[in-house]
């Protein structure tokens, strides 16, 4: 059922307010959802249980997967088993291992599009760049390059912090005649095989990816500015009687799921509550080190010197043995300069490389980039979370009605999956949803003073948390050293805090606003 919505005449009024610029035939839905990740397809699905069907999703590309579509680099893979990463209302009974390859997750969510039939309602190829929202309409105009693409009543984003990769400034960059490429945008037909490689960037991306062209390179030198913290990796195949079992038993993969998801659970205990705790796993992680290595001075070079968990823990089996090959040199002083033919390091030595690949990460404390996001009264969305990077339970911002993120500010984890954090959210926007047909409601928007409120508490826990008291400077934290992005708490507690939709956190329009609202400065 859908409300009445008052002043439907709002394509004339809108048309004539631009000029006539915007297209009188363009479409409006009642939901469109930016991205077909993890995060847009979990709110899809669940959107379409609960009986909202005028959704449309944009999709840049030309097939759905997120992050899982776009990370192609060798032995690249997921570091939650995926018994736990996966929805909790899709399991998946044939995972082949513990820790589900890129591929396989990819085919999941691809699996997850066609059983749920949401292939129709993805708008490939579709890009968006911008959305502004109109007050008299109560509606947001999506645009991409070439335009106005749609309209729509609600906004879901779920485009994912780690979506745009970041490279490093490093000086002479632009002169290298070699080939380059980021990790996120591995050329697959550029043959590493034989050739004298750099990678720059010891992070989750190149533990993985190192390993795996090791053997086929050269030479690989390998450039760490901070060595990260690394467990070993409890990986194994899934054996065929599991695989029945869960198939017969689905039970029984949810007691694993459950097992791993309190297993993991419990480490937000050192995080967020007392980092101190955090000398157990240490322990673990220098005797993997021990193990692994037995040159006394690459041991030295590999440890960390900032608590474990300040940066994301690592796994891996395969990492620190690479390390050491003959053909791999871990090189620690640092780049000086990039060269039309190689890299020099800070005590001037030269290193001839045929390829430069960056495991340098991604843009994730500026998810929004270049998109131009305008909201009540005009405020744009990047100048307001560039002076205040936060959101009401990760999801909502003042002065952005009836705009919704899914992994917004402070919904990362460091401790357990990601996907449970998503599925919250979902649950909080059908909630929202729900009550906003319910109640015939044109628009809600998060009061700014439940945001504060919400915010303060938030910062009192970052201020104790790993990530700020650990002693080391990480992707987590923006320029001036806010952690914006992580969860500083146990994920049970995110999920009872958007378990009810409360509708007097938020101000509601019922074709127009019940109270005046605080307008832009
Ligand atoms: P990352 O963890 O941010 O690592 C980037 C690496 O590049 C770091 O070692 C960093 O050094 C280095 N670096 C950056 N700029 C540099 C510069 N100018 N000079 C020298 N070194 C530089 O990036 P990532 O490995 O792509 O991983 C990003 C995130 O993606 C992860 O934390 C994780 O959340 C996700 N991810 C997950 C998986 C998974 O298995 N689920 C796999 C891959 C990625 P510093 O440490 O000194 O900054």
């Not at 490429?181 to 050739?195: A, C, I, M, R, T």
């Not at 993985?208 to 090791?214: R, S």
């Not at 029945?244 to 309190?262: D, G, H, M």
């Not at 002076?387 to 919904?411: Q, S, V």
Request: hydrophobic share 35%.
């Amino acid at each position: 059922r859908q409300p009445a919505f008052p002043g439907t005449d709002w394509r004339d009024r809108t048309a004539i307010r631009q000029g006539g610029v915007i297209p009188m035939s363009l479409k409006t839905h009642d939901i469109a959802i930016i991205g077909t990740g993890f995060a847009g397809l979990g709110a899809a699905i669940r959107l379409q249980q609960e009986g909202f069907s005028d959704f449309v999703l944009l999709e840049k590309s030309d097939e759905v997967g997120g992050t899982w579509r776009d990370n192609t680099y060798p032995g690249c893979a997921c570091d939650v088993q995926s018994h736990l990463y996966s929805f909790s209302f899709e399991p998946n009974p044939d995972w082949s291992r513990m820790f589900a390859r890129q591929p396989e997750i990819l085919d999941y969510l691809k699996h997850c599009a066609r059983k749920y039939h949401l292939y129709p309602k993805v708008r490939f190829h579709t890009e968006v760049t911008g959305a502004s929202w109109d007050e008299d309409a109560a509606v947001w105009t999506v645009s991409g390059p070439d335009g106005a693409i749609l309209r729509a009543r609600k906004l879901v984003s779920g485009m994912g912090g780690l979506s745009r990769p970041a490279y490093p400034q490093i000086k002479g960059l632009e002169n290298f005649q070699g080939q380059t490429f980021h990790s996120q945008q591995w050329n697959h037909d550029y043959p590493l095989s034989g050739k004298r490689v750099a990678v720059i960037g010891t992070g989750a991306s190149a533990i993985q990816f190192v390993p795996q062209i090791a053997g086929r390179v050269a030479r690989l030198d390998l450039y760490q500015r901070t060595p990260p913290w690394i467990l070993p990796k409890p990986d194994r195949a899934i054996r065929a009687a599991e695989r029945t079992l869960f198939r017969l038993v689905p039970r029984a993969q949810e007691a694993i799921r459950n097992a791993l998801y309190w297993q993991f659970e419990a480490r937000a205990a050192g995080f967020v509550v007392n980092p101190r705790i955090m000398k157990l796993p240490e322990r673990w992680a220098r005797s993997h080190i021990r193990n692994q290595i037995p040159d006394r001075a690459l041991r030295r070079r590999v440890t960390p010197d900032y608590t474990i968990g300040c940066k994301r823990i690592l796994i891996s089996n395969d990492y620190y043995p690479a390390l050491t090959r003959d053909n791999v040199n871990l090189l620690t002083d640092g780049i000086r300069e990039i060269t039309a033919t190689g890299i020099i390091d800070t005590q001037g030595v030269e290193r001839e490389v045929d390829a430069i690949i960056f495991g340098t990460g991604f843009a994730a404390t500026d998810p929004i980039g270049t998109m131009r996001i305008t909201g009540r009264d005009g405020r744009d969305l990047k100048e307001t979370v560039t002076a205040k990077p936060e959101a009401y339970l990760g999801t909502t911002i003042a002065g952005f009605p009836n705009l919704f993120f899914l992994t917004g500010p402070n919904t990362g984890l460091g401790h357990n999956s990601l996907i449970y954090m998503i599925e919250s959210q979902v649950e909080y926007l059908l909630q929202a949803f729900g009550h906003m047909r319910e109640q015939g409601l044109r628009a809600i928007e998060v009061r700014e003073k439940v945001q504060d409120r919400f915010n303060a508490g938030l910062r009192s826990k970052l201020g104790k948390a790993v990530w700020s008291a650990g002693g080391c400077r990480s992707w987590y934290l923006d320029e001036q050293g806010r952690n914006i992005t992580l969860w500083p708490d146990f994920t049970w507690r995110f999920r009872q805090m958007t378990a009810r939709f409360r509708s007097a956190d938020y101000a509601i329009d019922t074709g127009r606003w019940r109270e005046p609202l605080p307008r832009a400065a």
